[in-house]
Nanobody, 123 residues
C-alpha cells in the first residue's frame, strides 16, 4: 500500500517556475514507478512525466519536454516535478501516482493516486 500527498502548487505568472513534491508512505515506495498527471477543467487526466524506481529513466509528454524535470529521492520517499517556463495552458490540478507496471505513461496502469495540487499560471 502506498499513500501519496502532493504539495507545492500555487499561482504563478507565465514564464515562472514551481516545484511540486509528492511525499509517499509505505516501505515499498522505492519499487514503484512514479508519475505526474494533470487534469484541466472539463478535460481528461493526462500524462505529464514519469520516472522509474531507480531513477534511471524518465519520460515526458511532448508538451512539457525541455521545461519540466521529474526526479525522485528514494531515501526521502519523495518525487519532485520542477516546472519552468510555465504557460497558461499548464494550468491544471496536478496528481502524483505510483505504479508497479513497466509501462509508465498509461494512466490506467497506476494503482495509487494523491489528492492533487492546483497549479494556476496567469498570462
Amino acid at each position: 500500500q502506498v499513500q501519496l500527498v502532493e504539495s507545492g502548487g500555487g499561482l504563478v505568472q507565465a514564464g515562472g517556475s514551481l516545484r511540486l513534491s509528492c511525499a509517499a508512505s509505505g516501505r515499498t515506495f522505492s519499487r514503484y514507478g512514479m508519475g505526474w498527471f494533470r487534469q484541466a477543467p472539463g478535460k481528461e487526466r493526462d500524462f505529464v512525466a514519469a520516472i522509474r524506481w531507480r531513477g534511471t529513466s524518465t519520460y515526458y509528454a511532448d508538451s512539457v519536454k525541455g521545461r519540466f524535470t521529474i526526479s525522485r529521492d528514494n531515501a526521502k520517499n519523495t518525487v519532485y516535478l520542477q516546472m519552468n517556463s510555465l504557460k497558461p495552458e499548464d494550468t491544471a490540478v496536478y496528481y502524483c501516482a505510483a505504479t508497479p507496471a513497466a509501462v509508465l505513461t498509461v494512466r490506467t496502469l497506476y494503482d495509487y493516486w494523491g489528492q492533487g495540487t492546483q497549479v494556476t499560471v496567469s498570462s
